[in-house]
Every structure is written in C-alpha cells, then in structure tokens.
C-alpha cells in the first residue's frame, strides 16, 4: 500500500545549527503538507506544496517538492529552541479526503 | 473562536471497560479523523468520516468504533476488544486540504 517515510527518525542539534528532514513517498503525490508537534502538544499545519520543483520559505524553514512530486524536504537554518518538535509530511491518500503522514522526525536542540 | 475540542484532556479507566472520547468542531468541516499516537511514534488512523451518517475504518479500526450524527461531532469509543488502548488520541477535521487537530486525549488503562 501507498507509504510515507521520514528520515532521520530523531536528530540532535546544537543550537545554531542547521537541520534538514526528508520525506519520500512510494507514489506520486498531487500535494505534500508539512506539520509540527510541539512536545505535549497536537500536529499544527505548517505548509502545503502543490508544483513540481516547488520552494516556499517561512522566515528560517524552507520546503521543497522534488520534481518527480514523490519526496519533500524541510530545512531549518539557524535552529533555535523554539523549533523543538516533531515534524510530519503528509500527502493524500488513496481515498477522497485520507490523509497518509510520515512517521514523523524528532528535533532536539540543544541550548 | 473556531476550532475542535476534545474532552477531557486526560483520562483514567480500569481495564475492560469500555470509554468513549469526545471530539467536536466549529469549522463547518465535512471530513472528520481519529488517529492514535503512542509514545515516539507517529500518527495512525483509526477511523474517518466524510459526511455525516458515514465513516470509514482506517488502519487499527480493530477495538474501536465510531459514530457521525451530526457534523460537529465525531465520538470515537475505546472498546474493552482494544488490547492495548493506553495511547494519546487525536480528533482532526480536514478543510481546504488541511487538517485541523484538537488538542487531545491522553487515555490510560490501569
């Protein structure tokens, strides 16, 4: 069946250092949403890619879609403590309205 | 303010009792989610529902069930079937493509 994979699973980083979490899917998606969940917290909606090759920035995080539309990745610059969390990719099922997420990466950050 | 709830925030049951979790939303969103979290892991889907009166079984439906009277309101019961129902659960509504989550149930079964 229609898969999502993240790596890394968890990933450690100083602060000030940058981090990147990929996503692929074993098929072609229409779109890929980006979430985060803070520590204790619930998923909150970050992003959506809709294009082929397609860059979008928010301030320090930048997303991309991978021209085939089959893997995505978040880079963070400059982490800060703030960016602790778990960051989910998810694309559309194949039924109408499911939602298939990743299983997700854990950053810790280290002050 | 618009949004989805979830109560109660933390819950206690004794094993083989069953439980229901309140899931409710104001965003007028047709396509509602259960999905269950364990501890480092990530989110499986246990049931959806895209208009009321309908839903699906997802992944671990299995000791579960649900049901969608009215719009706003999607209760999920844990069942005494669900072998290891110690978990967080999370009630999403979906609009423009986005999922809206609530803020969660942590339920543990003593």
């Known amino acids: 069946g229609q898969q999502v994979m993240q790596i890394p699973q968890y990933q450690h980083v100083q602060e000030g250092e940058d981090f990147t979490t990929y996503c692929n899917s074993s098929t072609t998606l229409s779109n890929i949403q980006w979430y985060k969940q803070r520590p204790g917290g619930h998923p909150v909606f970050l992003i959506q890619?809709?294009?082929?090759?397609e860059v979008k920035k928010q301030k320090r995080l930048t997303f991309q879609f991978g021209e085939a539309k089959k893997n995505s990745s978040l880079h963070i610059t400059a982490t800060q403590t703030t960016d602790v969390g778990t960051y989910f990719c998810a694309g559309p099922g194949t039924s109408y309205d499911k939602v298939i997420f990743g299983p997700g990466t854990s950053l810790s950050v280290i002050p | 303010d618009g949004g989805i709830t979830q109560s109660p925030k933390y819950l206690f049951r004794k094993e083989g009792q069953n439980v229901t979790l309140s899931c409710e939303q104001n965003l007028n969103h047709d396509a509602m989610y259960w999905y269950r979290q364990d501890p480092g892991q990530g989110l499986r889907l246990i049931y959806y529902s895209q208009i009321v009166n309908d839903f699906q079984k997802g992944d671990i439906a299995e000791g579960y069930s649900v049901s969608r009277e009215k719009k706003e309101s999607f209760p999920l019961t844990v069942t005494s079937a669900q072998k290891n129902p110690t978990a967080f659960y999370l009630c999403a509504s979906s609009g423009a493509e986005k999922q809206y989550f609530g803020p969660g149930t942590r339920l543990t079964v003593l």
């Open positions: 890619l809709v294009k082929s090759g």
